[in-house]
């Protein structure tokens, strides 16, 4: 799987003349690799020949969400796998591409974009560039700068309605 992905990485630098951020979400020392995103990054920024390596950025572990937040804002496409970095990079209203393992990223998607367009199967990593190549990004920019502020009031309109409901209980 490493292997596949690092020349999907490869194949994401050269098609777009890019640079690549990895960004971490779970990791903890006692973690194995396969469950440890800043260890399985590691290893696949290894399996990388040199010659990429300069192009491609590895997060530190313990950065946080907002801090996380300051590299994803500087990103042209978003491409996750966990979904808070999703939401971190959608709410910065960067294009985003989820990577599905689970019925959630469709959801997401659906929620975000009204389709399930930018979401593909994590099995289908390699097809990304396919994808990408798909995308005007300046549209999807665009369309975010509207949905988000919606999805935000939407938000903040529910929680002031259960705040409301629970101080009329008291």
């Not at 009204?114 to 990593?125: A, E």
Request: a neutral charge.
């Amino acid at each position: 799987m490493l292997t596949q992905q690092a020349k999907v990485i490869i194949e994401l630098i050269d098609d777009f003349t890019t640079e690549v951020l990895f960004v971490p979400h779970v990791s903890a020392e006692n973690l194995h690799t396969n469950d440890n995103d800043y260890l399985y990054l590691k290893e696949l920024y290894t399996r990388l020949p040199i010659a990429y390596q300069d192009k491609v950025h590895l997060l530190p572990v313990s950065e946080g969400f907002l801090a996380t937040k300051k590299h994803l804002i500087h990103c042209d496409l978003c491409i996750a796998s966990r979904m808070h970095c999703a939401i971190n990079a959608l709410t910065a209203r960067v294009p985003t591409i989820l990577l599905s393992y689970s019925a959630k990223a469709k959801g997401m998607c659906e929620y975000v974009y009204g389709s399930d367009q930018f979401v593909l199967p994590l099995s289908d990593f390699s097809k990304i560039c396919g994808l990408i190549k798909t995308i005007d990004l300046v549209f999807i920019y665009k369309n975010l700068n509207q949905k988000i502020p919606q999805i935000q009031r939407l938000s903040l309109n529910n929680v002031s309605t259960i705040i409301d409901k629970k101080l009329n209980e008291q």
